[in-house]
């Protein structure tokens, strides 16, 4: 009966199921590596600690200072900033005390960047 079922039908492999935590294991070593932007030249990663109104801003950076930053003018609109956020600045050339902010990282490129271990310095502000 078996082989007439067979040849009806053809050949068929058998399925085996795997169980669903095996399924799970294989999902979670799959990484998905993301491209960060890193600093370059006198880029500088901060921390925004305390918003000072209008466009300005105190961000504790990784070299261990605290900096008064503001955001210029062609990223106004495109920059929303918020205490906590992880920004790259660029130290002013005639007062170190100054930058100015040029990009966002948003959830993920701080995730890489923790794993990296560059904002082990900032660590007390998170």
């Known amino acids: ?6 040849k009806d039908f053809g050949d068929f492999e058998e399925v085996k199921e795997e169980s669903k935590s095996a399924e799970l294991d294989k999902k979670e070593t799959i990484e998905i590596s993301t491209r960060v932007r890193m600093p370059k030249g006198k880029e500088i990663i901060g921390i925004i600690v305390l918003r000072l109104g209008g466009n300005r801003m105190d961000v504790k950076t990784t070299d261990g200072k605290t900096r008064n930053c503001r955001v210029p003018g062609r990223y106004r609109r495109r920059l929303w900033l918020r205490p906590k956020d992880i920004i ?5 050339e005639y007062d170190d005390k100054k930058g100015d902010v040029i990009y966002k990282y948003n959830f993920s490129a701080v995730n890489q960047l923790k794993k990296k271990g560059i904002l082990d310095i900032l660590k007390e502000e998170f």
């Not at 009966?1 to 067979?6: I, K, L, R």
Request: negative net charge.
């Open 1 to 6: 009966m078996q082989e007439n079922q067979e």
């Open 88 to 92: 790259l600045i660029v130290p002013w």
